[in-house]
């Protein structure tokens, strides 16, 4: 039947299933192109991305490990940036939906704001905020900030009136329908909104140190791939992918704690 659930171990069987033909799906496609030319490092097999793993957790020359600095870096860049988008997106929604001056004023440039592709304007942050950490936050936070301000807006706007109009029936203050009400019933969804801007916010990131970088994930990917060093970039794409299922399992784990009445509604 359409949108019947299935059993939490048939759902893990076939999760584990689809890894399993992705896993050899690449290894029929290496092993195929290494009988065309054995010395291929475009797909590199199982021994060549071992040599790869190996390259970037040994210590080098300089005394370091690439894996280190490069996520230390990165690291701070993305948790920065997106930490600064994530409470001014929350903010500027709230006042948007609680407030409608705040609203005719706000919505029209975060309407703008949210059709500018960040990858295309990075020039323009290169020239206001030069290339140092600054950079990256702005990059990050203006880049997130306008979906999420959005998806705070419409969630309050959503919420029935009468809720609002019991709540101050009751005796309760502005601050208190704002704090008691409209943010337990926005929680959930912002939480889903923050799960979906992790992707574009390690898409801007990533394209930042690609071309500015001098360390991190996006600088070590663009100058191995311009060596062909495949097995280096191929596990660094792994490990931003792992990084991003860890941070939206994480949010998924603290909607289900803090917003149990959410989950319930979806089933």
């Not at 290494?34 to 390259?55: A, C, M, R, Y």
């Not at 930490?83 to 409608?100: A, H």
């Not at 950079?135 to 959005?150: E, R």
Request: net charge positive.
């Amino acid at each position: 039947m359409i949108c019947r659930p299935i059993s939490r171990s048939w759902a893990v069987m076939l999760g584990v299933l689809s890894v399993l033909i992705l896993l050899a799906g690449y290894t029929f496609v290496s092993h195929r192109q290494h009988q065309i030319n054995p010395e291929d490092t475009t797909i590199p097999n199982w021994s060549q991305l071992s040599e790869g793993v190996k390259k970037f957790t040994q210590i080098n020359r300089k005394g370091e490990r690439w894996i280190v600095e490069d996520s230390i870096a990165t690291g701070r860049r993305f948790f920065y940036g997106i930490g600064l988008g994530l409470v001014c997106g929350f903010l500027t929604g709230v006042l948007m939906g609680c407030f409608s001056p705040v609203e005719a004023f706000l919505q029209p440039p975060i309407a703008l704001l949210a059709k500018v592709p960040q990858t295309a304007a990075l020039a323009v942050y290169f020239v206001a905020f030069g290339t140092g950490m600054s950079m990256y936050v702005a990059m990050i936070s203006l880049g997130i900030i306008p979906a999420l301000a959005v998806t705070v807006y419409l969630a309050i706007k959503d919420l029935p009136s009468e809720m609002i109009d019991k709540a101050y029936t009751l005796g309760a203050s502005h601050f208190e329908v704002v704090l008691e009400v409209i943010l337990k019933q926005v929680l959930p969804k912002f939480i889903d909104a923050v799960r979906l801007a992790i992707g574009p916010a390690i898409v801007f990131l990533i394209a930042a140190e690609m071309v500015v970088g001098d360390v991190g994930f996006g600088y070590r990917i663009r100058l191995q791939f311009k060596l062909t060093n495949m097995n280096v970039v191929y596990p660094y794409l792994v490990m931003l992918a792992s990084f991003g299922f860890a941070l939206d399992y994480g949010l998924r784990f603290l909607q289900a704690k803090f917003c149990p009445w959410y989950q319930r509604d979806l089933k």
